[in-house]
Nanobody
């Protein structure tokens, strides 16, 4: 059984910062993608930042230069440092990982953590 557990969301004023964490645990042989998504009320879930095990990282244009994704592969953890937050960043944030447990790769999602940015 593999699970992703997120933490770090909360309420912050515009211009502030938050750091999200997502730790994968369970029967893990290897992890490829570890990404962050977000979903605002009434909107579709969108990709915020994506990473591969080789260290490639890409960002949505809306967060580029403000958000930073980092990984600690030894701890099976991905982080999202969010600076200069704007009210439009308000959303539930989800981490996603593609993980191999035995011989099969599967997709896993965290439970989501709420980020609310007040103006």
């Amino acid at each position: 059984q593999v699970q992703l557990v997120e933490s770090g969301g909360g309420l912050v004023q515009a211009g502030g910062s938050l750091r999200l964490s997502c730790a994968a645990s369970g029967r893990i042989r290897s992890i490829n993608n570890m990404d962050w998504y977000r979903q605002a009320p009434g909107k579709q879930r969108e990709l915020v930042a994506a990473s591969t095990s080789e260290g490639n990282i890409n960002y949505d244009e809306a967060v580029k230069d403000r958000f930073t994704l980092s990984r600690d592969n030894a701890k099976n953890t991905v982080y999202l440092q969010m600076n200069s937050l704007k009210p439009e960043d308000t959303a539930a944030y989800y981490c996603y990982a593609k993980i191999r447990s035995a011989f099969v790769w599967n997709d896993y999602w965290g439970q989501g953590t709420q980020v609310t940015v007040s103006s």
